[in-house]
C-alpha cells in the first residue's frame, strides 16, 4: 500500500495553439482535438492533424474516461513516489498523465480511470486520472 | 545512390576519464579529437569535415570549429540525441561520397557526472516545445520514460524482470575486463533484481551509468584508409528514423529501429544472422531488449527469452554485445552512448578488442542507437559495418 500525496506540479506554457485546452482544463473540462477531414482524434491537440496533415481540426468535450495503457511509479529521486502514466481514452487516443488519489501499488494496466484536475504551481490546472 | 563502401572509420578514440571535475567540456571535446586523429595517423589539417550535436557547446560546430583551430569545408550538427553519432556516421559517408570533404570528424564529450545528472531528474524543456505543455507537468524523467515501455513490454509479451536483468548481467562479464569502466563487478540476475526499484519495474542496475568523458571518429574516402596503417573498416549500410507517440496512437513497444534496421540491413545486403557483434543502445535493460527485436534479431515479444540465460556474452552467446560493458557498466558520456557504441563495434572489427572479450574473425558488427526517449519521442539510428 502507498498512498499517493499531492505534488508541487510544474505549471504547463501556455501558448496560442493550447489555450483553449488549458482554459477548458481551468473549467474542470478535458478537451481533445478531433479531425473533420479524417475523422480522427489526436493528442497532444494541434491545430493541423498530424494524421492527415487537413486544417479542419476543432475541440471535443472527451467523456473523461479511458484505461490506464502503461504505468510505472518513480520511487526513488523525488520528494515523494509518483505514478506517471499514459491513459487510453474512450476517443481511442493515449495521453501521458498520472495516477493520483488512490494505492500506487494497485495502479495496473488495463485499469478503468476517470479524468479530475490538479492545480499547479502557477498556472492552470492539468488532467490527471484516478481509478473509475 | 548508396553508402555502401563510400567512407571508412579510420580513427576511434574513447576518452579514459569517467569523472572529469578539473577539465571543461571543450576540452574534452578537443582531447578526443586528438586521440582519434593520433589512432588514425592523421593530422588535424587533414580534417576538412565537423560533425557534432548538442553536447557540443556553443551554436552547433561554431565554437568547437574555433576552439579546435580546424579548417573544415563541411560541417553538420544533426541532434538526435544519444543517436547523433550514428547518423553523424551515416551522414559524413554522403558527404564523403559527394565530395564535400574528405576527412571527416565526429566528436561528443560532456561532464554530466560532475555536473549533478541523474535520471531521474527533470529534463529542462524549450520554451516553444510543442509537447513539453503535456508532458512536463506529470514529472515524465529518463527512468520513468524507459520504465513505461518495459512495464507495456511485460503486459503484452509477457517478458520478465529476471530476463532483463541478464542483459546487466551480459555487460558486466565484459565490464569485468575492461579497465576503465565504472562497474566492474560481474553481477547476478539476483542482484540486479535485488536493486532498489527506481521505477517500476526498473531497478537501479536496470540503468545506465551517468559518467563524464567522450569519445570522437573520424572517416575517410577508402583511398586514404588504405594509405593508412590501420585495419581497414567500412560503412556498408546505415538508417535512421524517428518515432514519436503518433499523435496519441501508441506502439511503446516498437522502437525506431523498425525501420532504421531494415534500411540498413537493405543498403548493406546482409542479414541479422550474418552479423558477428552488436554495439546496442543501453540506456536501460529495456532498450536493448526492443532494438534486438526490432532490427530482427528475434522476433518482436521474443526477446526477454533472447537475451535470457547469457545470450548476449562473448564467448558463450551466440550474440555478442556491448563487450566494452556498454553504459550499463562501462560509460555514458554526456548521456549520449551512440559514440561509444560505434567506437567498440570498430575495435571489434579491427580485433582490438580485450583478447577475453574479442570475437573471433570478426568481420561484419551492427551499431544501434536511439536518442531521446522510447517512452516519448526518439530517433534511431542503425550503422553496419565490414572489416575489409
Not at chain 1, 86 to 112: F, P, Q, R, W
Amino acid at each position: 500500500m502507498l498512498l499517493s500525496k499531492d505534488r508541487k506540479i510544474p505549471a504547463p506554457s501556455v501558448n496560442p495553439e493550447n489555450k483553449p485546452y488549458f482554459d477548458a482544463a481551468s473549467q474542470g473540462k478535458l478537451l481533445i482535438r478531433k479531425c473533420a477531414a479524417c475523422g480522427e482524434f489526436h493528442h497532444y491537440p494541434r491545430s493541423i492533424c498530424p494524421h492527415c496533415f487537413s486544417d479542419k481540426t476543432a475541440w471535443h468535450d472527451a467523456k473523461g474516461v479511458g484505461i490506464v495503457y502503461t504505468c510505472s511509479v518513480l520511487r526513488r529521486g523525488a520528494p515523494e513516489p509518483y505514478c506517471i502514466a499514459y491513459v487510453t481514452l474512450d476517443e481511442g487516443v493515449s495521453m501521458l498523465t498520472n495516477i493520483v488519489d488512490c494505492d500506487l501499488d494497485a495502479v495496473k494496466i488495463g485499469m478503468k480511470v476517470r479524468v479530475l484536475f490538479k492545480p499547479t504551481d502557477g498556472g492552470p490546472p492539468v488532467p490527471m486520472f484516478t481509478p473509475a | 545512390m548508396s553508402i555502401k563502401g563510400r567512407a571508412c572509420i579510420v580513427g576511434a578514440y574513447e576518452h579514459p576519464t569517467r569523472k572529469a571535475e578539473d577539465k571543461s567540456v571543450a576540452q574534452l571535446h578537443a582531447e578526443v579529437a586528438k586521440g582519434a586523429l593520433e589512432d588514425a595517423g592523421l593530422t588535424r589539417a587533414d580534417v576538412d569535415g565537423y560533425f557534432c550535436a548538442g553536447d557540443a557547446p556553443g551554436l552547433g560546430p561554431m565554437s568547437m570549429v574555433d576552439y579546435m583551430g580546424l579548417k573544415v569545408r563541411h560541417v553538420d550538427s544533426t541532434d538526435t540525441g544519444g543517436s547523433s553519432y550514428l547518423i553523424h556516421v551515416s551522414h559524413a559517408a554522403q558527404a564523403i561520397a559527394l565530395g564535400k570533404c574528405n576527412v571527416a570528424l565526429v566528436t561528443l564529450a560532456g561532464r554530466p557526472r560532475s555536473e549533478g545528472s541523474s535520471g531521474t531528474q527533470p529534463r529542462s524543456w524549450g520554451a516553444n516545445l510543442p509537447d513539453a505543455p503535456f508532458e512536463a507537468p506529470y514529472g515524465i524523467v529518463t527512468a520513468n520514460s524507459y520504465a513505461m515501455v518495459a512495464a507495456r513490454h511485460m503486459h503484452e509479451y509477457g517478458t520478465t524482470s529476471e530476463q532483463l536483468a541478464w542483459v546487466k548481467v551480459a555487460a558486466s562479464h565484459h565490464a569485468q575486463h575492461n579497465p576503465h569502466a565504472m562497474l566492474k563487478d560481474v553481477v547476478t540476475v539476483k542482484e540486479v533484481l535485488d536493486s532498489p526499484v527506481i521505477a517500476d519495474p526498473l531497478h537501479r542496475m536496470d540503468c545506465c551509468v551517468v559518467s563524464d568523458g567522450g569519445g570522437a571518429v573520424i572517416l575517410a574516402r577508402p583511398e586514404i584508409a588504405k594509405s593508412l596503417k590501420r585495419p581497414v573498416v567500412t560503412l556498408i549500410g546505415a538508417g535512421e528514423a524517428p518515432k514519436g507517440q503518433a499523435g496519441g496512437k501508441l506502439t511503446l513497444t516498437t522502437s525506431g529501429a523498425s525501420r532504421s534496421g531494415p534500411a540498413a540491413f537493405a543498403e548493406a545486403g546482409v542479414k541479422p544472422a550474418d552479423i558477428q557483434y552488436v554495439s546496442i543502445y543501453d540506456s536501460f535493460t529495456i532498450t536493448v531488449v526492443v532494438q534486438l527485436e526490432d532490427l530482427g534479431f528475434c522476433k518482436k515479444g521474443e526477446g526477454g527469452r533472447f537475451v535470457a540465460d547469457g545470450n548476449l556474452i562473448s564467448g558463450s552467446g551466440k550474440l555478442p554485445f556491448n563487450t566494452d560493458g556498454g553504459g550499463l557498466c562501462n560509460n555514458h558520456p554526456a548521456n549520449r552512448g551512440g559514440m561509444t557504441k560505434i567506437i567498440e563495434a570498430v575495435r571489434q572489427l579491427r580485433g582490438e578488442a580485450h583478447p577475453k572479450v574479442q570475437v573471433k574473425n570478426c568481420g561484419l558488427a551492427l551499431a544501434q542507437g536511439t536518442g531521446g526517449q522510447l517512452g516519448t519521442r526518439h530517433t534511431s539510428s542503425t550503422l553496419i559495418l565490414e572489416r575489409n
